[in-house]
């Protein structure tokens, strides 16, 4: 069965650029969305359709899909976006997220 | 602003069946699709269920397919869903999510989601 693996967690400084990776089987040729949540909290969507951003969703968050691998970076990573991130994608008539990977903002 | 409430979470034993309700507001809930994503303690997302705008399409999770199933009523601007022969690996936060797209035939992306209602089987 078709599978999204992400790292389970990674940690960055602020102000630093961090990115997560989602890879799958011609993960490329599909499209990846990204969501944030936050303890306690819903999900919220911060990248769909591999690279677009939600109005609200600020610009240091951004995306890219190809080959293998969706990634989601942050620039300029503030204390506020320490969360899991999830990668979503659909295939063969079924939804399919990430494990999710833990963002640690040191 | 796009509403989303679910309710009819609760405890539930093992074999038993509940019907989770999300009412919405805030967009003309006929022209979007919605779905169910569920989140077990401490674990990942898992989409459970998708239905078109006119409730035309319907998808479900490996998992749930012959167990639950979805619905909407349009003039009251509701998403159910019909939960059967409930075990406890269907413990778990249950979100409703909003279809972005206008017409939607099948699942894309989810924006936003609402508040989550937990589902506890246990005996």
């Known amino acids: 069965s078709y599978e999204l693996t992400q790292p389970p967690s990674v940690s960055v400084s602020p102000g630093q650029t961090v990115s997560i990776t989602c890879s799958g089987d011609?993960?490329?040729?599909?499209?990846a969305s990204w969501y944030q949540q936050k303890p306690g909290q819903s999900p919220a969507m911060v990248i769909y359709k591999d690279d677009q951003r939600p109005s609200g969703i600020p610009e240091r968050f951004s995306g890219s899909n190809s080959g293998n691998t969706a990634t989601l970076t942050i620039s300029g990573t503030q204390a506020v976006d320490e969360a899991v991130y999830y990668c979503?994608?659909?295939?063969?008539?079924?939804?399919?997220f990430g494990g999710g990977t833990k963002l640690t903002v040191l | 602003e796009v509403q989303l409430l679910e309710s009819g979470g609760g405890l539930v034993q093992p074999g038993g069946s509940l019907k989770l309700s999300c009412a919405t507001s805030g967009f003309t809930f006929s022209d979007y699709a919605m779905s169910w994503v569920r989140q077990a303690p401490g674990k990942g997302l898992e989409w459970v269920s998708f239905?078109?705008?006119?409730?035309?399409?319907?998808y479900y999770g490996v998992s749930v397919q012959g167990r639950f199933i979805i619905s909407r009523d349009n003039s009251k601007n509701t998403l159910f869903l019909q939960m059967n022969s409930l075990t406890a690996e269907d413990t778990a936060v249950y979100f409703c999510?909003?279809?972005?797209?206008?017409?939607?035939?099948?699942?894309?992306?989810?924006?936003?989601w609402g508040q989550g209602t937990q589902v506890t089987v246990s005996s």
């Open positions: 011609r993960l490329g040729q599909i499209y």
């Open positions: 999510a909003k279809e972005p797209i206008v017409g939607a035939t099948r699942p894309n992306w989810f924006d936003p």
């Open positions: 239905i078109n705008g006119r409730g035309e399409y319907t």
């Open positions: 979503q994608a659909w295939d063969s008539s079924t939804v399919l």
